[in-house]
């Protein structure tokens, strides 16, 4: 059974950073953020692979975001940089059997960690 418990997040100001952490137990090919913003759908924001060299970020955080992983912590970590606005929302970790940008395709998540970010 996977687990993954995500902490970090806050309310900061635009330009700010944050960096979330998910921590993640049972096994998984790797470990994939997504955030939703209130009223809107859960959108993939990055991934990385456990095993490999697998990293893809969304075009919205490529360049902001970074994604890098502790294998002997089995934590998966998402620097972020210049926040904006827009990157208001939950933000969530998961991991499956295979890589996805749908949050369809996963079965196990996180609780959930605010982020907000004041204009």
């Known amino acids: 059974q996977v687990q993954l418990v995500e902490s970090g997040g806050g309310s900061v100001q635009a330009g700010d950073s944050l960096r979330l952490s998910c921590t993640a137990s049972?096994?998984?090919?790797?470990v994939t953020w997504f955030r939703q913003a209130p009223g809107k759908e859960r959108e993939f924001v990055a991934l990385?692979?456990?095993?490999?060299?697998?990293?893809i970020y969304s075009d919205s955080v490529e360049g902001r975001f970074t994604i890098s992983k502790d294998n002997a912590k089995n934590t998966v970590y998402l620097q972020m940089n210049s926040l904006k606005p827009e990157d208001t929302g939950i933000y969530y970790c998961?991991?499956?059997?295979?890589?996805?940008?749908?949050?369809?395709?996963?079965?196990?998540w996180g609780q959930g960690t605010q982020v907000t970010v004041s204009a």
């Open positions: 990385i692979g456990w095993w490999d060299s697998t990293i």
């Open positions: 998961t991991g499956g059997s295979r890589y996805s940008f749908s949050p369809r395709d996963y079965a196990s």
């Open positions: 049972g096994r998984t090919l790797g």
